[in-house]
C-alpha cells in the first residue's frame, strides 16, 4: 500500500526557515517523481514544485521560486521541501504527492498533508 | 505561464443529474490534464488524467473529454458521495490547477 507521511510542519515566525519531509513507502521510491502542492484555508490546490526520478529535472512555481528547494533522498525514501523568508502567505496545509511515472505530472498518491502556519 | 479556469465556480444538482463542469487553458495545452475531487477535510484523488482515460478503480459514471484550451468534465449520474470540489490540473508546462468547482446536492 502507498503510504506518504508529512511531517516537519507547524508555527513558524515571518522571515524564518522550516523544512518539510515526506516519508514514502509501500511502491519503489527511485521510480518515481514526487511534487509538493499546498492549500491555503479555504482555497483552492496550488502546486509549489516537483523533482523527477533522478533529480534531473526540477520545477517550481513563481511564488516560491528562489525562497523554496526541492530534494529527494532514496537511501531514506524521502523528499523535502526547504521553505526560506517563509511570509504570511506561505501559511497553508502542504500536501506531498507521488507521480504516476517517472515524470508524468500525474499525481496519482496524496499525503494528509501537515500545517503549515506563518505568524508573529 | 499557464493559467486555468473553470466554470463554474460551484453548482448544487439533484441525485441522478448529469453535471458538467469545463475547464479552459490559456494557450493549448494538448490533452495534457488531469482531473481531481477533494472531498472535504481530504487529500486530492485522480480521477482523469490525459484528458479522457479513467484511472483505476474511479467509477465509470465519471468522464472527461477535450483538447487544447477547452475541456469538459462530466458526471454522468450524481450520487451523493460526489459531493466534493473538483480541479483541473495542467502539465504542458510545469503544473497549475484550476480554481475549483464545488458540487454539492440540491
Known amino acids: 500500500e502507498v503510504q506518504l507521511v508529512e511531517s516537519g510542519g507547524g508555527l513558524v515566525q515571518p522571515g524564518r526557515s522550516l523544512r518539510l519531509s515526506c516519508a514514502a513507502s509501500?511502491?519503489?521510491?527511485?521510480?518515481?517523481?514526487m511534487h509538493w502542492v499546498r492549500q491555503a484555508p479555504g482555497k483552492g490546490l496550488e502546486w509549489l514544485s516537483s523533482i523527477n526520478w533522478n533529480s534531473g529535472s526540477i520545477g517550481y512555481a513563481d511564488s516560491v521560486k528562489g525562497r523554496f528547494t526541492i530534494s529527494r533522498d532514496s537511501a531514506k525514501n524521502s523528499l523535502y521541501l526547504q521553505m526560506n523568508s517563509l511570509s504570511t502567505e506561505d501559511t497553508a496545509l502542504y500536501y506531498c504527492?507521488?507521480?504516476?511515472?517517472?515524470?508524468?505530472?500525474?499525481?496519482?498518491?496524496w499525503g494528509q498533508g501537515i500545517l503549515v502556519t506563518v505568524s508573529s | 505561464d499557464i493559467q486555468m479556469t473553470q466554470s463554474p465556480p460551484s453548482l448544487s444538482a439533484s441525485v441522478g443529474d448529469r453535471v458538467t463542469i469545463t475547464c479552459q487553458a490559456s494557450q493549448d495545452i494538448r490533452n495534457y490534464l488531469n482531473w481531481y475531487q477533494q472531498k472535504p477535510g481530504k487529500a486530492p484523488k485522480l480521477l482523469i488524467y490525459d484528458a479522457s482515460n479513467l484511472q483505476t478503480g474511479v467509477p465509470s459514471r465519471f468522464s472527461g473529454s477535450g483538447s487544447g484550451t477547452d475541456f469538459t468534465f462530466t458526471i454522468s449520474s450524481l450520487q451523493p458521495e460526489d459531493i466534493a470540489t473538483y480541479y483541473c490540473q495542467q502539465y504542458e508546462s510545469l503544473l497549475t490547477f484550476g480554481p475549483g468547482t464545488k458540487v454539492d446536492i440540491k
Open positions: 504527492a507521488k507521480d504516476s511515472g517517472y515524470y508524468d505530472k500525474r499525481l496519482d498518491y
Open positions: 509501500g511502491f519503489t521510491f527511485d521510480d518515481y517523481a
